[in-house]
């Protein structure tokens, strides 16, 4: 952060509304010479480009937001760069105010608050060919002359009217600060000029007065300057009982005196040539995609597709993948010499980072559909098909989208729920989204899934392991739902939940650039996740799976003895028959190369049950056992707290270390053929099921905790999350494994 | 009722409530078309569309205006 504070490039910061074409204009301006982090202190994402050129331009995307009264962390930031609250962070020389041309009245509400921060200003007047298909007519010349700012009018997502607005970012000379020309009620307007100089050395001067608005009305704004400056803070609580002694409206006189202003300057610029009563394309497409029967059934048949889709179009990449896999650890172990070294390249390594990074086509389809439903802006229309069921469960529809989003993964989804203005709806969320199936449990599904499930179609266009993917995802969605009811009902009793409200963005083409481009993130982030965790499991799996190294047993030794003595002894023999001995050897090798495989396979197999992990599987075998789990799943389970995906790289490390009796490098292939010491299968149909519905229900991820615990600002609710989590999957796999066996499905 | 405009009078309802809405262009004053209502209210908010629970509007009151 601190470069940024200290750079000289000149600042400008993007603010709009949401669903504006911000994030699309600030992708045109700064193209790939973006940085995405964190803003301090917060997990809001701060997004930095760079516009190149003479000067170039640092570019700062601020989150959306309807107004500068914050409600949310995310609008909380937007308010916090343009005043200066953040620590490191320069207020920006020049803010460029994205507004939708279709919908002026109300974006030029943000835009007079940002006006009154004082900081030269820019009107981007985007969508104006959406405004003319809705019969407007905007004259800019003449917008710009009542607001006193430039404005500049254009079409973002068709590249027009870029150019002329980079051109004015580029300007030596800044717009000058405008003028203020709205007034707020007399009653209100008289106490201002005392709470306004009681802010002398803490703001500048031309942002003292909203600032004194936004506290006068916002609880979380005025407890900024509790210890900051208290003789404000007492100011401002005085200042609302006497506006409270007097019945006067003071929560709503800025919006209505910004209105009073707004409202004819809109009148005066804008000419209609449509009544109100015409409906939008969008407005059809939502008869029927938010129909109230049809809606949530197409719903349910669109993710129902979804993830048909990402089992089966993802088969012919992972095969790929799978088989590089394959020749990579074969190539290694051809030409590097036989070591310690090579068996933790090829065992724990390869086997481990590759057994996880064949999954990368399936999370790429994933993220490929979920970044359609945001693009096309059905994701906002799922929240509205939603809200009545989830009313039922004492959660409203904005719940949905952050749940949603936990499809992908549940860090992103419980950030998300920053966006719920109800707190208690917030923590409730937060609470259930781990139970959604994130991307991390995909490979586990995948695997057991193929492995153990029947193929075969369903309905001609549907297959059992489709149908098999989309109940596991079910079941996760189904429990989030009775989660959240029990803790409405039993825990979070108090308050009221009815309040439920959105904006719908009109529907749009996807822009397959945009999602290409989110798509590459994603991949990156995975690929980076398997290059750093999961490489690093791997080699402490493999560390715990090879050693300690114990010494063989009598017999198996015995036995390796009896055999070379026997191979020695034919070999004798043909060497005495006449056969030249080198030749001899290769054939008496070749001949028992079964035998000594079977040795070295209980041997290895002895070795990895004796190993660290072996013992950490055997400690627990126990109390897994009743839910069908031997002490190799076991250990796989105990490695996949750290992240789910973990288990795939444990069972391939210890799979790989202790089976050198299987031919086949695939993992799948390797779970088939275990047996227990009696010769029956470790993993049946039944086993893979109850270990898929575990996988669905556990809390198995670190990094999950941890935004839990910054999110709800305490370590109690992530281990409640982790303790119902961890409890309902055992208690599931048991009824499941247990239920199973009596019914004699074993 | 769908395609009936009302102008809006006032909102009973929580100030943070409140707020949200006149963020979301349902304030006093506006001009708000009923394009749908069954168990979610959707309105025509100028050329933005904004979805209501059902409880929610009920506590947004406003004059409903001539055709």
Known sequence: MADSATTTLRRVALIGNPNVGKTTLFNLLTGMRQKVGNYPGVTVERKVGRLDGDP??????????????????????????????????????????????????????????????????????????????????????????????????????????????????????????????????????????????????????EGRRIEVLQCLTNDAMLAYWKDRAPAFHAAILEERSRLEGLKAPYQQSEIMGRYNWISPVVARVVSRSRGDSEPTLSDRIDAVLTHRVAGPVLFGLLLLLIFQAVFTWATPAMDLIEAGVGNLGDLVRANAPASMFTDLVVDGVIAGVGNVAVFLPQILLLFFFLGLMEDTGYMARSAFIMDRIMSKVGLSGGSVVPLLSSFACAIPGIMAARTLANPRDRLITIMVAPLMSCSARLPVYTLFIAAFLPTGAVLGIFTWQGVAMFSMYLLGTVMAFVAAFVLRRFVFTKGDSSFFAMELPPYRMPRFRQIFWRLIDRSKAFVVRAGKIIFGMSIILWVLATFP??????????????????????????????????????????????????????????????????????????????????????AGIISAFAAREVIISALATIYSVG????????????????????????????????????????????????IARRETNSWKWPAVMWLYMTGLAYLFSLVIYQGGQALGWG | MNGVVVQLAFMSMLPAEAARLRDLGIREGSRVQILRNHDCLVCGVEASRVVLRREVAQNVFGVLQPA
């Open chain 1, 56 to 205: 170039p331009i640092e570019i700062i995307d601020l989150p959306g937001s309807y107004s500068l009264s914050p409600k949310s962390a995310d609008e909380r930031i937007a308010y916090d760069v343009l005043m200066g609250h953040l620590p490191g962070e320069a207020v920006p020389d020049l803010v460029v105010c994205v507004v939708d041309a279709s919908n002026l009245e109300r974006n030029l509400y943000l835009v007079s608050q940002v006006m009154d921060t004082g900081l030269p200003t820019l009107v981007a007047l985007n969508m104006t060919d959406a405004a003319e298909e809705a019969g407007l007519s905007i004259d800019t010349k003449k917008l710009e002359e009542e607001l006193g700012v430039p404005v500049i009018p254009m079409v973002a997502s068709r590249n027009e009217g870029v150019g002329k607005l980079k051109y004015r970012m580029r300007q030596q000379e800044l717009p000058p600060t405008a003028e203020r020309q709205w007034d707020i009620m007399p009653v209100v307007d008289e106490g201002l000029p005392y709470l306004v100089d009681l802010l002398t050395e803490h703001v500048h001067e």
């Open chain 1, 549 to 634: 190294q114990s010494d063989a047993p009598e017999a198996i030794v015995a036995e390796q003895a009896a055999l070379s003595e026997e191979k020695a002894e034919r070999v004798e023999g043909l060497v005495n028959g006449g056969v030249v001995r080198a030749e001899a050897e290769a054939l008496i090798e070749n001949e028992f190369t079964d035998e000594a495989l079977a040795i070295e396979a209980r041997l290895a197999a002895w070795q990895v049950e004796r190993s660290f992990i072996g013992r950490m599987g055997k400690f627990i075998e126990p109390v897994m056992q009743p839910l069908g789990f031997d002490w190799k799943i076991s």
């Open chain 1, 659 to 706: 089976d050198v009796e299987e031919d086949s490098p695939l993992l799948r292939d390797q779970l088939k053929a275990d047996t227990y010491a009696d010769g029956s299968p470790v993993y049946t149909p039944l086993v893979a099921v109850s270990l898929l519905v575990f996988f669905v229900l556990a809390l198995q991820c670190m990094s999950t905790l941890a």
